[in-house]
């Protein structure tokens, strides 16, 4: 082929893409009416009074001004790119979403009834019903379908792709339509495993999920029993045996590891064992499971793009710390978090600081209902909890507790209390400081005992940790002069010493009950705070 030719064949390859993606233009009249309905001062009836529609045709107000107010769907009494439209709707939930979440039936009906129709303020009524369904849609991709505050007023989230009408008009423009949830949708390992968890576990629903096992049955290895051929079939199902092909009643080695690897998956004890606490969770049904990978991709949604390429990683319902690099995972450890009473707040932040042989400032509502009424009933308790009174000003004044009346004090009492750096010290050894709204932070525990539990929620809204020198070295391994044996010193010093971290690391609080780990295993925890699943799993109630 000579010059002339390659050269002619791909001048012809440069512009198929610019042929394909030539729309007609829309006439005067369509663009004078969508300009005016825009720029009414009230949305469409089809726009709910809720914060949330009203942000979402904000958003799309904002797509048809980036486009001169050209309608996105018609043209000249025709509509365009629809097919392509529905099939990114479709695509859609596959990231975790219910056609009722999508209005899917509605999207149909309109489209059927609009086929038909040459009436133009019908037809700019319908593009702007599917502009902003898409807008609603990729809001949703992007930050999620519910803000998490109104679940607890303290989970915090990061919104993301703030320029979600420039991403979707970017997408329309280049007829990409179909490739906007893998754009909008997180960028995270977890999320791909999960999502992918969610359509194997979306499979098993229709091929009818697994049976229920009568809730007292008790079986320990060696042992025979009817029900053991219904027990193979349903750990098959979720992956826990290998094997199925047997007509043996018994309760033999293999089934004993893979009812231990159910437990293991699902935060119990693991002995192998089958228990009515282990049946209860195996009863759970399948579409419950379901809405659980759904609620966590949400959850993942309301986390930043980029957590860090290193990063402290704090779930609360495992009651597990994980400082991870990449794919690797340097550091990992058991937590003690905040009770259902003084629940752990979640939020991302930066952790800036280390603290060893710190003092415990106690919070004025532990001081004033916990520590004042047993200093009251007790004098020598300030002495043996090494506690001191304090009044701050412009500088810290110790003050000696003899000269305050405990069983009548003041009501405008103008003490703090604190507690001694020491073993018996509430916060440790060594706390871990990443400020923050909530005055939340990371701390050693003399307590250790209470990480021999399975469920640990005792704290008042800290995290306690529990190898806080393995931590410590961790964060300052690129301080040559912290050496482990440095750190082991400063952690029993008499005296507070402060340690600037020269590599600050990002800390994410997450509330994950379902999560793929690294061996591609489904991992499932107790909702500990209850703060529940979608609202079409909200029927099934569950003890686990």
Request: net charge negative; proline share 7%.
């Amino acid at each position: 082929m000579n010059k002339r030719k390659v050269l002619f064949v791909l001048l012809l390859l440069l512009l198929l893409p610019a042929c394909r993606s030539k729309m007609p233009e829309p006439t005067l009249e369509e663009l004078t009416i969508l300009k005016t309905h825009i720029q009414r001062g009230s949305p469409p009836a089809f726009v709910s009074e809720t914060d949330d529609a009203g942000k979402v045709w904000s958003m799309t107000q904002r797509l048809y001004e980036l486009r001169g107010f050209r309608p996105v769907w018609i043209a000249q009494g025709q509509t365009l790119r629809m097919d392509s439209l529905m099939r990114t709707f479709e695509s859609t939930e596959a990231e975790g979403f219910s056609a009722e979440d999508l209005g899917m039936a509605d999207l149909h009906a309109k489209w059927e009834a609009i086929k038909t129709s040459k009436d133009v303020e019908e037809l700019i009524d319908f593009d702007m019903f599917f502009t902003y369904s898409l807008v609603r849609c990729g809001s949703y991709l992007s930050s999620g379908r519910d803000d998490p505050r109104t679940i607890d007023p303290n989970w915090r989230y990061v919104p993301r792709n703030d320029n979600l009408p420039q991403i979707i008009n970017d997408a329309i423009e280049a007829n990409a339509l179909e490739e906007l949830p893998a754009k909008l949708s997180p960028p995270h390992h977890e999320y791909i495993a999960l999502k992918e968890m969610l359509r194997k576990y979306r499979e098993i629903a229709t091929r009818g999920g697994w049976s229920t096992l009568p809730v007292e049955l008790t079986l320990k290895q060696g042992e025979n029993n009817l029900n053991v051929a219904v027990l193979r079939n349903n750990l098959a199902i979720t992956g826990d045996l290998k094997t199925t092909v047997t007509d043996s009643t018994e309760f033999d080695i293999e089934l004993s590891e893979a009812v231990l690897r159910f437990e293991s998956r699902h935060g119990l004890k693991p002995d192998g064992i089958l228990d009515p606490q282990v049946i209860g969770i195996m009863n759970v049904p399948v579409d419950f499971r379901i809405a659980q990978i759904e609620a966590n991709l949400e959850r993942l949604r309301w986390l930043p793009n980029d957590l860090g390429t290193r990063h402290v990683l704090v779930n609360i319902p495992s009651y597990e710390l994980a400082v991870r690099e990449g794919d690797q995972v340097p550091v990992k450890m058991k937590i003690i978090v905040g009770t259902n009473q003084h629940r752990t707040p979640l939020f991302s932040d930066v952790m800036q600081s280390v603290v060893f042989s710190p003092y415990w400032n106690i919070p004025d509502s532990i001081a004033t209902n916990e520590t004042l009424p047993r200093i009251m009933k007790d004098p020598n308790y300030l002495r043996r909890q090494n506690i001191e009174v304090v009044r701050v000003g412009q500088t810290i004044e110790v003050v000696n507790p003899s000269t305050i009346n405990w069983n009548d004090p003041p009501r405008d009492f103008q003490y703090r209390l604190r507690q001694r750096p020491g073993a018996r010290n509430s916060l440790g050894l060594v706390k871990f400081l990443f400020p923050n709204e909530f005055n939340v932070y990371i701390h050693d525990t003399p307590a250790d005992n209470l990480f021999d539990r399975v469920s640990r929620n005792f704290s008042h809204g800290c995290i306690r940790i529990e190898h806080p020198a393995k931590l410590a070295v961790y964060l300052l391994k690129d301080q040559p002069e912290w050496t482990p044996e440095m750190i082991e010193t400063a952690m029993h010093g008499e005296v507070e010493k402060h340690v600037a971290l020269k590599s600050p690391i990002p800390v994410h609080i997450v509330y994950w009950t379902a999560w793929v780990d690294s061996a591609g295993l489904l991992q499932i925890r107790h909702d500990v705070y209850g703060y529940g699943y979608p609202a079409r799993a909200a029927a099934y109630k569950t003890k686990q």
